[in-house]
């Protein structure tokens, strides 16, 4: 079954501290996949995405993500975390090219806060 | 271009009543999903539209029902509401033809009393 796991509900950092939030899939191939942010009680903005080629994408923000296929995974990061990246913060996959899928899966969220 | 837009913002109603939210999707986009969320439940899909018909189709009740217009712009509909309808209602369009890169707008707040 398709899933997307983000085994970090919670995380808290210092600002200007670095910042990595993990996700895993189980698409049964190699999906699109994308990182979304949600500020309180707004819609979702997308950081970055990856469809193929170079494995390490730069997004939006001074984030960043990395996809290795062989751990399932996309962790997203940024250097130095600044006060505005407090959010919630999406991990999601979709149907890539070959694959029989047709939904896009949202991870359950990772709630970022920031400490002065 | 103009991004996703929905309304109403907000909306209160009662158990029992029905609603109809509204999406706009970005020009050009002809695919409009709509997804619920929920603190417990987190960002659940509900159905999916392109060029008028429905594509994908969520696990929710008949309840929820949805269509979508000539000019891709989206509705969805809640009949006989109840207090778990409370929620953030999310629409996101995409280009539809296979990019996969959804957009979304800011959401419909409803409170069920």
């Known amino acids: 079954a398709q899933s997307v796991t983000q085994p970090d509900i919670h995380i808290t950092v210092s600002e200007g501290a670095s910042l990595e939030l993990r996700c895993n899939y189980s698409?049964?191939?190699?999906?699109?996949l994308f990182w979304y942010v949600q500020s309180p009680g707004q819609g979702l903005q997308l950081l970055l995405k990856y469809f193929s080629g170079d494995t390490l994408v730069q997004g939006i923000k001074g984030f960043e993500a990395e996809f290795k296929r062989s751990q399932s995974s996309f962790n997203l990061r940024k250097p130095s975390v600044h006060w505005s990246d407090a959010a919630e913060y999406f991990c999601a996959v979709g149907p890539g090219e070959g694959t029989s899928y047709d939904k896009v899966i949202f991870g359950p969220g990772t709630s970022l806060s920031v400490i002065p | 271009k103009a991004g996703v837009t929905q309304t109403p913002r907000y909306l209160i109603k009662t158990r029992g009543q029905q609603v109809t939210l509204s999406c706009s999707p970005i020009?050009?986009?002809?695919?409009v999903s709509w997804y619920q969320q929920t603190p417990g439940q987190g960002l659940q899909f509900l159905f999916e539209?392109?060029?008028?018909?429905?594509?994908n189709k969520g696990n929710f009740p008949g309840r929820f029902s949805g269509r979508q217009f000539s000019n891709s712009r989206s509705e969805m509909n809640v009949s006989t509401l109840e207090l778990g309808d409370s929620a953030l209602y999310l629409c996101?369009?995409?280009?539809?033809?296979?990019?996969?890169?959804?957009?979304f707008g800011p959401g419909t707040r409803l409170l069920v009393l």
């Open positions: 539209y392109f060029s008028e018909t429905q594509r």
């Open positions: 698409y049964g191939a190699t999906p699109y």
């Open positions: 020009s050009g986009h002809r695919s």
């Open positions: 996101a369009s995409e280009v539809g033809q296979g990019t996969e890169t959804q957009y």
